[in-house]
């Protein structure tokens, strides 16, 4: 079965303090990894595909990486406005079938 | 933003009726999803559906059916609500190996 696991579940930054968030994965045959942002009362929203290990995308102050094993969200300088759930999801095997980590909080205070 | 409608929005329903939710898409996009979002256990996927008529489970399927007769619509039918049900359901598309869209989100009360 697979799986994905984010940590820290909260984390709590000073606006300008940098910080990486995690997202490892078991999977048979990863075919691709996602980012989504997630605020209070909304869907997730996309940021991020990574597809192989090595590749790396850039947001504005949002960087995501990617390892044979686990996905890092790096975010340089952070804002209050940065505040909210990311979440990690694989898609693997033969099926397009999305799997979802539980997400991490971040608070980015002033 | 991506084409996508759930309806309703909000709903309050008592134990044992059965509820249907509905997801519209106006992107033609194949893959249809439905979460169930809860604390503590992020997005678990339910159902979701690779075409007209092809639908497979995902990890919370019990208590829950869907159906797909035309591309741009996907129903989530719990045939006889519980209080474990209540939740918020999130429906999402996608092409293959592409980001998903999420909608806004269906906030189901079962009482």
């Known amino acids: 079965e697979d799986q994905v696991t984010q940590s820290p579940e909260a984390l709590r930054l000073q606006e300008g303090e940098s910080s990486s968030l995690n997202c490892s994965y078991t999977v048979s045959g990863l075919r691709g990894l996602f980012w989504y942002r997630q605020d209070p009362g909304k869907g997730p929203e996309f940021l991020f595909t990574?597809?192989?290990a090595g590749e790396e995308k850039e947001k504005e102050r949002l960087k995501a990486t990617l390892t044979k094993k686990e996905s890092f969200l790096h975010i340089t300088a952070p804002k209050p406005e940065d505040s909210a759930t990311y979440l990690c999801?694989?898609?693997?095997?033969?099926?397009?079938?999305?799997?979802f980590g539980t997400g991490t909080k971040l608070q980015v205070i002033p | 933003d991506a084409g996508i409608t759930q309806s309703p929005r909000h709903k309050v329903t008592e134990t044992g009726t059965p509820v249907t939710l509905r997801c519209h898409q106006t992107?033609?996009?194949?893959?249809m999803y439905w979460y169930r979002q809860d604390p503590g256990h992020g997005l678990r996927l339910i159902h979701y559906?690779?075409?007209?008529?092809?639908?497979d489970k995902g990890e919370v399927s019990d208590g829950y059916s869907v159906s797909r007769s035309k591309t741009e619509d996907f129903l989530l039918t719990l045939e006889s609500a519980t209080s474990s049900q209540t939740s918020v359901y999130f429906c999402?598309?996608?092409?293959?190996?592409?980001?998903?869209?999420f909608g806004q989100g269906t906030r189901l009360t079962v009482v």
């Open positions: 990574l597809y192989s």
């Open positions: 999801a694989v898609v693997a095997g033969g099926y397009q079938k999305v799997t």
């Open positions: 559906s690779y075409g007209v008529k092809d639908t």
């Open positions: 999402a598309i996608s092409d293959l190996l592409a980001e998903a869209f």
């Open positions: 992107e033609n996009h194949r893959y």
